[in-house]
């Protein structure tokens, strides 16, 4: 559910020391190092909805050619812009997410062009392309004759919705997306006394859908070049925003699938079953924010001494000895009691006590707390700790005599780099360049597998075949990583220890089962059977489980045993706990010397922050997502209603494991990776740093309203029925008369407040009146549907009661798979939303099994795998080793 960075050892003790971790080269590459995907191609013909996922294929090494119009990319003229002039070559979002691109044009319009980049395409290796068909009409090739033409190129689709079915047709814009897919119902402020929501739902800031869709067509594509090394073959994936973004939330799903609970969003904190009072934010006396997040019994016995060191104890007393200190809630999946919510208020009278600079967030990080400033995006990019990680990298742009502060990694390794690149190019810049080079698209292929591939569920074979996870990740931040890793066909062995298992108690299986749930009209009570857990079903279905032990000696010799036949050893723990218990990069490359050792943490392992602490919430408030969120200042930030970077984490761990074992088929070289899912949120929020140090703006909160008056209207108006929200955006004039027009309001288009986009962003306060004055008598679908056959981007802000029970464009994708589990029953689980042609994923992966219960796979383990005897086995239980 969260990424909980602190030692898997022991509780924390009250004035736990945060020690500053030293350079480690086992994870630092030099500066001219290859990136994992250096020495491939990639052709892109993308708008925003893909052009993310291109500045990942940058960032990770390939050689991307943006082929661009003669007029150049429409997103040449997305604001704002370097020194706020309006010039195609200073649009900083096409800076911020063209960055380490070539540019070459070609006007598909001519035999000329076309020729151009047919010629291209014969020399590449992936195909990114976000025309939606457009491409290949210009080129007269279907899909299946593309593909025909050029046997391995990987064609990387991104589509707003799909290829096909009811919605298929439908606009789409950020706003949209993240309205239908369920985002926005997640993310807003407190109801009001009456549990009435008196302020609209608010869609996190900026980008967001098509850094989720983008992050996901990318693990896709790693796939697909994984498997390319075996078959010498591409093939087509193909992934719709809509989907990817409505599997991109987090409790709320499973909490419908498995009870038909319902959730609340609620001011920067998680969204829950039940409305809760007292945020986890704190206010400082000038100000600013801090997230002071977590009070049970373990925090707490870390927060009442520290509080008594400032006499601000109030009347807080630690918590008994017989306290349950192994206890970890998962957000959202828990009422908050009223002793908690006094525990929060005694937290926010002494933040009040402070400035922001002065309150002592890291003397409260040493006693063992999760506390962190909720910063503003600029602010990381003057932190020793990322710079030193290279996280932010000042880039040159010569013609401006200039350089620019961008985020540019998502983690450090030992043999690759993230590439920082040029700054991004300008129209046309390397059309020659890239004319006249001739390159031969011939993929390596290995030697021809001996074994029969392994099919899926699908009858298909699996794009990954042979790998074997050893899998120390927990919580969604890392074994949402390896879940993917699982559903491409890794086999997946999962560890965990009764004395600190994962988190199973979330969105728990009803006391009746699928029975009970396919009758109910309400709520279901769950079950508290920990291997029963619908949340953790979803984020570790397709895994083997093994209970080990690796305090134990021979606890330790298992571990290493199966990491001399694994591919990948995969962890989620505080810096420095697996080195502690022996089991550190250097012993694996010991035992297994190309093993790729993939690790996360919040803050990393290498840098000046060492082992803070952070859980999703923490991450987020340190990257500045959450304090991009919300109405204007002095409006508090509604930030997220749940642990997106964990999500985003989990989208980056399963890129790297996946990165490193192509770089390790081309190169058979293993890697220490060290990510960060703090560098995950930073790495997002790239527009804004750039913003700042181009002009000099410091990032503003602006509500649904487009950060740069990109559009207008823009935001999410009242329909029909109780909290029944519909997103809209304009970002034209002939949207806006359409939207007029299908509203029966053709006056709108007289009334010189609303002539032009310039009018309109003026007079937004009148022009948000009069277009929810009409929505507000409107059903929410009806208004959709009426604005969309209009050609107007608009979606209902989906909750997961509609996206499970009736959204028509997600059954036709097939979001949610069936997956039988052992003790929990057969249960919808979400798909990978990118769909592979030929080696399709499958959520249950190799076993079609769904999250394993604790210690599940322990014979198959110890004896298929290792070779123990039952009686073996059986001395091992009883020794404590399982």
Known sequence: MWLLNINAETVQTPFMTAARVEPRST??????????????????????????????????GAEVIKIESADGSPTRRIAPFCSEEPDPEKSLYFWAYNRGKKSAVADLDTAGGREMLVQLLGTADILLDASCGMLNEQLGLTREALAARYPSLVIARMTPFGDDGPWSTFKGSDLVHLALGGVMMNCGYDPDPSEQYDLPPIAPQIWHAYHIAGEQLMIGILAALIERTTSGLGQDISCAIHEAVAKSTEIDLMSWVMRRAPLHRLTCRHAMEAVSRVPNISHTKDGRWYMTWGVGARDKANLVPFLERFDMAA????????????????PGSSKMDDATSHTLEVVQRFVRAHTYDATPWQEAQAAGLLWAPVRKPHENAQDEHWLKRGAITKVDHPELGRSFHYATSKWLSSETRWQAGKRAPLRGEHTDEVSNTSRQASPKVAAEATLKPALSARNRPFPLQNVRIF?????????????FAAALGAECIKVEWKENPDTRLAAM??????????????????????????????????KRGLSLNIRHPKGIDIAKRLIAISDVVAEGFSPGVLDRLGLGYDVLR??????????????????????????????ASFAGMNEMSGLAEPAMPAGWGYSYLDWMGAYGFAQSLLGALYYRSVTGKGQHIDASQCEAGIFLASQAILDWSANGRVWQRTGNRSPYGNAAPHGAYRCQGADRWIAISCCDQRSWAALAHAAGHPEWLTDPRFANIAARLVNQDALDKVVGTWTEGVEAYDCMSRLQAAGVAAGVCQTAEDRCDHDPQLRRLEWLTEVPGTRIGTWPVAEVPFKLGRTPAHAGGLINRGAPCYGEDNEYVLGELLGHSTAQIRSFKHEGVI
């Open 509 to 542: 299986a009803p006391v009746g089962g699928r029975t009970a749930r396919e009758a109910a009209t309400g709520p279901l009570p769950g079950v508290s059977d920990p291997d029963m857990g619908g949340q953790f079903n979803n984020k570790n279905t397709g």
């Open 27 to 60: 994870a630092l590459a030099s500066d001219t190092a290859p990136g994992m995907l250096s020495g491939l191609r990639v052709i892109e013909v993308a708008d925003e909805t893909a052009e993310y996922c291109g500045l990942l294929l940058a960032g990770l």
């Open 471 to 483: 899998d120390f990740s927990w919580f969604l931040a890392s074994a949402g990583g390896t879940r």
């Open 315 to 330: 009347d807080l007393e630690a918590p008994t000895a017989d306290a349950d200190f192994n206890a970890r809630s998962v």
């Open 590 to 619: 010991s035992i297994r010397p190309d093993i790729i050792y993939v690790q996360q943490s919040g803050m990393g392992s290498y840098g000046t922050y060492g082992r803070l602490r952070t859980v999703g919430p923490i991450a």
